[in-house]
């Protein structure tokens, strides 16, 4: 591999390009395939942000009216365009417009939450930003800057985006509890454990949030006096040592309960019904 570009002698060059670092002309030394972790990153990555974009956009095949499944990447559905029975309570606000995802006012949010997440910042600042690629791989940067400046400075936002992830999952929990119905009343099926399941590993991911753990035992400086909030510091710290897995696993559930949904709603599959 080339050498990086960058001026090492170069008075503002930071990291691997400071005047004080060895001077090596190879990019790294290693000999092992460093490449393959930041590729199977990018290419998770990538096949998650194609199906939800193509979905997202399609707005067809979202709702299966008697057994009230929704996927829940048109949750809450506040689209003129949405079926009414998809809306629930919710208010029919946005245009029905085909640039226009149904679940607009939630998807940025969810983006957002999972863009800033500590987990996924680690992943894609090595396989897309290259800060750095990996361990002893110089990055193409001439200088680093931090979180300080756009577009960066933006994952400091997020704790806030977490707040909102929460209400959405509570969103998503109603959704699967109303799920239970049949033409004939209390119903249940595959579906309903496909909705369930995910909602639970939505809840773990949106659970072992860093913010989460800060929010439950952050600030506090003497663990004794608050024997209850130390308590669930301790359940949400546990969770957090596997919040990449659940990041990870929580991708694979959101596709699998929407293209479930789908192919039930087009009529491809029927669901398999236990109750109802």
Known sequence: MSAPTADRSEPGGTGVFSPTRAQISQRTLRTDAWWKSPLITDLGFAAFVIYATVRAFMQSDYYVADYHYLTPFYSPCISTGCVPEASHFWPQILPDVWWLPYAAASLPFLLLFRLTCYYYRGAYYRSVWQSPTACAVAEPHAKYTGETRLPLIIQNTHRYFFYIAGIISVINTYDAINAFQS??????????????????????????????????????????????????????????????????????????????????ASGTISDLRFIG
Request: glycine share 10%; with cysteine.
């Open 183 to 264: 033409p004939s009343g209390f119903g249940f099926g595959l579906g309903n454990v496909v909705l369930v399941v995910n909602v639970v590993m939505l809840w773990v991911y949106t659970l072992s949030c860093h913010s989460c753990r800060h929010v439950v035992g952050g600030r506090l400086k003497h663990f004794s006096k608050h024997p209850v909030r130390y308590w669930l510091w301790g359940q949400v710290s546990k969770l957090n040592t596997r919040h990449k897995l659940y990041a990870w696993v929580t991708l694979g559930t959101l596709m699998l309960t929407d293209f479930y949904v789908m192919l039930v």
